[in-house]
């Protein structure tokens, strides 16, 4: 599966920014899908996670409360809205599939990754 991910920006924190990736390649729903993060000079960090069907999610305790992770499987698309942004929040952000089960995207692991979109989040 071919990841796409746009949205990024820069914003004053505080603000918004929604995030989307948009998959080609395989049937969408066969995958279950995340977001991951990496700032200058971090390591990537987990963001959040999203089951085949949406039905269940899971966020890194950094992002809980201010991100929510959707999917529309017919537009074969997943999205990460962000709110309350903070600096801290300032990374690449990045997408990625997995066969699954949740669980592979939590622990970092998924098979498939797209590219990065920038997220800048000034004070």
């Known amino acids: 599966v071919q990841l796409q991910a746009s949205g990024g920006g820069l914003v004053h924190t505080g603000g918004s920014l929604r995030l989307s990736c948009a998959a080609s390649g395989r049937t969408f729903s066969d995958y279950v899908m995340g977001w991951f993060r990496q700032a200058p000079g971090k390591e990537r960090e987990y963001v959040a996670a999203?089951?085949?069907?949406?039905?269940?999610?899971d966020y890194a305790d950094s992002v809980k409360g201010r991100f929510t992770i959707s999917r529309d499987n017919a537009k074969n698309a997943v999205y990460l809205q962000m709110n309350s942004l903070k600096p801290e929040d300032t990374a690449v952000y990045y997408c990625a599939a997995d066969p699954g089960p949740i669980i592979v995207i939590m622990t970092g692991r998924p098979r498939f990754w797209g590219q990065g979109t920038q997220v800048t989040v000034s004070s």
């Open positions: 999203i089951s085949w069907s949406g039905g269940s999610t």
